[in-house]
C-alpha cells in the first residue's frame, strides 16, 4: 500500500497510479494541444506516425487503440490541415501510407519537448534515473500484454 502524504491519497493498486499519471498527462498536453486545434486522439496518430512513417492506416489505427473509422476520420482532419499526407501503398491498392509533412513534424517535435518537460518534472523528486523508470515500465507493459495474449 502506498500512501501520498501531499494529497493524502492511498492506492492499494498499481492501476490507480497509472491512471493519475495519465490523468494528469493528460491535463497538461491538452493545454499545448488546444493551443494547436489537435485533439489527444489526433496527437496519439501523429505520434504513431512521427515514430514509424510510412506506417498503414490499419496498423496506426490498431497501435493507438482506436477504431478504424475513428481513426479514418481524425486522419482526414489532420490531412485537411496539412499536418499529415497519404500516399498510396504500391503493394496494396486498397490502403494508403502515412507521412507527416514538414509542418507536422513540427508541430510534433514541439509537442515532444512539452512530453519531455513533463517527464523531467515527475521524474525530478525520484531516486531512480529516469532511464531506469523507463526500462521498469517497458517490462510491466510487456508483461501485462503478454497476460493479455495468455488469457485469449
Request: glycine share 4%; hydrophobic share 30%; with cysteine.
Amino acid at each position: 500500500m502506498t500512501t501520498n502524504k501531499n494529497t493524502n491519497c492511498i492506492n492499494h493498486y498499481l492501476n490507480c497510479h497509472i491512471m493519475i499519471l495519465n490523468k494528469s498527462h493528460q491535463a497538461f498536453i491538452n493545454k499545448y494541444l488546444k493551443e494547436k486545434n489537435i485533439s489527444y486522439n489526433q496527437y496519439e496518430l501523429l505520434l504513431h506516425i512521427y515514430h514509424d512513417e510510412g506506417s498503414i492506416q490499419g496498423k496506426i489505427a490498431s497501435a493507438c487503440g482506436t477504431d478504424k473509422c475513428g481513426a479514418s476520420r481524425s486522419l482526414k482532419i489532420l490531412e485537411n490541415k496539412k499536418l499529415i499526407i497519404k500516399k498510396l501503398d504500391e503493394n496494396n491498392r486498397r490502403s494508403y501510407k502515412l507521412f507527416l509533412t514538414d509542418k507536422g513534424k513540427k508541430e510534433v517535435e514541439e509537442l515532444i519537448e512539452k512530453e519531455i518537460q513533463w517527464e523531467n518534472y515527475i521524474c525530478e523528486n525520484i531516486d531512480i534515473k529516469k532511464e531506469e523508470l523507463f526500462k521498469i515500465l517497458n517490462i510491466a507493459c510487456i508483461n501485462s500484454l503478454n497476460l493479455i495474449k495468455k488469457s485469449q
